[in-house]
Nanobody, 123 residues
Framework: QVQLVESGGGLAQEGGSLTLSCAAS????????MGWYRQAPGNERESVAV???????DYADFVKGRFTLSRDNVKKTIILQMNSLKPEDTAVYYC?????????????????WGQGTQVTVSS
């Protein structure tokens, strides 16, 4: 079993900051990628920032220069520092992990999601 546990989020004023954390646990053989997605009411879920392999994070254009994604491979944790928040950043933010697990004698790769955390930015 794999779990992604999120923390952080909440309410901020325009121009303010919030921090989101996500920790992966369970029968993890390999973390292929981890990242944050968001979904606002009436919108589809969209990628915010994702880090995979040994490369640096990939950011959506709408957060470049404002959000920073960092990771701790030992703790299997990612942290999204969100600065200069805008009302349009209001959404439910979901942690995602593309994770390989060992099930019996086979490796299986799948997408796992956290429960989501609300971020609300007031103007």
């Amino acid at each position: 079993q794999v779990q992604l546990v999120e923390s952080g989020g909440g309410l901020a004023q325009e121009g303010g900051s919030l921090t989101l954390s996500c920790a992966a646990s369970g029968n993890i053989a390999r973390l292929d990628s981890m990242g944050w997605y968001r979904q606002a009411p009436g919108n589809e879920r969209e990628s915010v920032a994702v880090v995979s392999g040994s490369g640096g994070p990939d950011y959506a254009d709408f957060v470049k220069g404002r959000f920073t994604l960092s990771r701790d491979n030992v703790k299997k944790t990612i942290i999204l520092q969100m600065n200069s928040l805008k009302p349009e950043d209001t959404a439910v933010y979901y942690c995602n992990g593309r994770i390989t697990t060992l099930q019996g004698v086979r490796f299986r790769t799948g997408d796992y999601w956290g429960q989501g955390t609300q971020v609300t930015v007031s103007s």
